[in-house]
């Protein structure tokens, strides 16, 4: 008796077990865990450490590592496998997520599942290796030719480059819809603890009925996103737009910080999100009202809280003349800042500290844009 | 508690593997703990560094301008870092290698000939590194000897010479004599 009561204790008091992990060894572990079969790459800094390690650990689960002979290639083997009904991923830096973006504009037209990880590097062109948030644009408005919607996750920790790529993959499953998971040079390359799910992530109990599986007894299926006859494409895009309103509905995640007093609001994502924080903590410490709005996913892009949040300020500007605004921060010079000018509208100004491609924001400078803010 | 340190170097002097075992080390003890190495196009010889914030709370920035430690283990990361080291911080250099003079007042100064030490008593100039974290963690006692000695393990994964090798290099820097602001401990 005494001895079950001990050992249940043990048992409840076990800490997590954590793991100190590189951001990019991450990403791996959670396409593994949510079941990816099949993983296609080229190398680039700074994501190689995703398909050195996948090399490794795909073939040791039986499942599929295939370095690809360019990019182009690769973001085709996904369509392939995709096709196939097989959960598939692929990763790359900026220039060649550039390089892919005509098989995502394909793979959206079809209606295919798909992960697809940016691991941002400083552009334009070859640019550099350090991290930036300059493809925010590219990953938002689609990236590729044609109407469509890519879901974007954007992870800040390397806990989160873990989750968010398990939940990639469910979404792409859920909807048929290419999904983005947009991190950058900084979060793949530094290390931190992870907590690894504990729950198994067999791949969502969706039948894909649609899927290129062998026509044996039954009637054959077709995939295209060649629509020649008339009105057929059109009718395809309203569908998609019907699809990309309920991603929209169902969809949008984000995380608020000091939110209920706050007279100054960051919105940040990913890496910039993290300084941010910690600019907020310190400014919180001298005495500034400084809240966050975090988003988590770009596309849809939590548009409400941001509206009901300068629907607040505004208010406390109107009742108690007090200087509110909004502070967009962001590693490149103003992309997220459009959104949220539109989802501000016009209610309370909005401020902006980036830096381009190649540099990296520090607390020091956020804390330094609030002080002359509040001036 | 908060402790960031940089530790710099060059390429090939072990500087991302000290870093990682202190990382690795501060995850054991429950501590939060974030590491970002310099990276790129990184050669032997070339620069290499690495920023590790250990803290109690949930960590904002992994990147740190101004650190409140710096481990330094040759000239030219001296002159790189040094403006950059926190009023009052600490600045533990290998006096085997750094022989630029020191132009601050307001901070404080740990020597260690290490790669002295690594050569001569450990018998092995690459444990250099291990010598002189010994020295800083000698100093600011953050971490308990032995959970150093179990990540030793666990980053080395098995590799009964090196972790020996590695845990002896540490224990030398750790217990290795604390003169503070001295110009040469050695002499």
Redesign the interface.
Known sequence: MKRTQRAKRTKRTK?AQ?I?MKGNVAICEGAITAGCQAYYGYPI??QNEIPAYLAKRMVELGRVFLQAESELAAINMVFGSAVAGARAMTSSSSPGISLKQEGISYLAGCELPAVIVNVQRGGPGLGN??GSQGDYFQATRGGGHGDYKNIVLTPYSVQEMYDLTILAFDLADKYRNPVIVLAD??LG?????VTPSTISHQPIAISKDWALDGCKGREPRKIRSLLMAEGALEEHNWKLNEKYSKIKKNEVRYETYNLMDAEIVLVAFGIAA??G???M?IARGKGYKVGLIRPITLWPFPEKIISDTAERLHSITQSLNHLTTFLVVEMNLGQMLEDVKLAVSGKVPVEFYGRPGGG?V???EILEKIKQISK | MREEIIIAGSGGQGILFAGELLAQAAMNIGKEVSFFPSYGAEIRGGSANCTVVISDKEIGSPVVFNPSSIIILNNFSLNCFLPRLKKGGLLVINSSLVNTEINRQDIEIVRIPASEIAEKKVGNLKTTNLVILGKYLGKKRIIPMENMLKSIKTVLNGEKELISLNSEALQYGYEYPLVVNSVNPDN
């Open positions: 800490p954590r100190l800094t700074p290796i350090s040079g900084v390359q530094m290390l931190e603890p993290r300084v924080k910690g600019a903590n990296l520090t607390q020091e």
